[in-house]
């Protein structure tokens, strides 16, 4: 089956812990991207990449850090640094950049 | 910052009736996409129409883009329970994509 999987579902973290989340997808997608959504709001782009060992800074980057070693892999990384990290985390990928987008299932991180 | 403000911010309709929600945006795009987002889960890509594109159709989904108004329409024909999910208008133009804050349906059977 082709997709974009994410893990873990549920994240716990303690205040002034980074955290990593896993985004990964076999659908041969070039461009990738994370968002952020909040309760009762849209999504809010923090980075994507669209080619291998290169990317952007979306809208709300400030205390995100991302990676893209891999096609199939872009992991983001929630530092100390965010201010208020709980929310729901969606990654997505497309082909080519900026159309259909496929999105994850999401991952609900929580700071305790 | 949100582009697309959808209107209306929640609808509830019976089944087999037909549901409209718009979308407006302030900026000129290259194109505009809705989406679907079951609760808790991820979003769901329906229709992209392109900046010269005025309609565009898929099964019981229909979609107008109105660029001298900068507004989108998204109707969905013969509503099921189903369909019951919250729909989001993306803009994106000049690698910028923003969401707005979805229309959320219900549809009771």
């Known amino acids: 089956d082709g997709g974009i999987t994410q893990s873990p579902k549920y994240l716990f973290r303690k205040e002034g812990q980074n955290v990593t989340l896993s985004c990964e997808q076999n659908?041969?997608?070039?461009?990738m991207y994370w968002y952020r959504q909040d309760p009762g709001q849209g999504l809010r782009l923090i980075y994507y990449s669209q080619i291998v060992n290169d990317f952007q800074k979306g809208d709300i980057a400030e205390g995100y850090s991302v990676s893209r070693e891999k096609k199939e892999s872009f992991p983001l990384t929630v530092t100390s640094a965010q201010k208020n990290p709980t929310a729901f985390y969606l990654c997505a990928s497309s082909r080519p950049s900026w159309n259909e987008q496929f999105f994850g299932p999401g991952t609900r991180l929580t700071v305790l | 910052s949100q582009q697309g403000e959808e209107d209306p911010q929640a609808l509830s309709i019976q089944e087999g009736e037909n549901a409209t929600m718009n979308c407006s945006y302030k900026t000129s795009i290259n194109n505009l996409q809705w989406y679907r987002q079951n609760s808790g889960r991820g979003l769901v890509h329906l229709i992209l129409i392109r900046s010269n594109e005025r309609e565009k159709h898929s099964g019981r989904l229909r979609v107008t883009l109105d660029t001298s108004k900068k507004s989108s329409s998204l109707l969905i024909t013969a509503s099921r329970a189903a369909d019951t999910a919250s729909y989001f208008c993306a803009t994106y133009n000049n690698n910028d994509m923003r969401f707005g804050a979805g229309t959320r349906l219900t549809v009771k059977p």
């Open positions: 659908l041969n997608h070039d461009a």
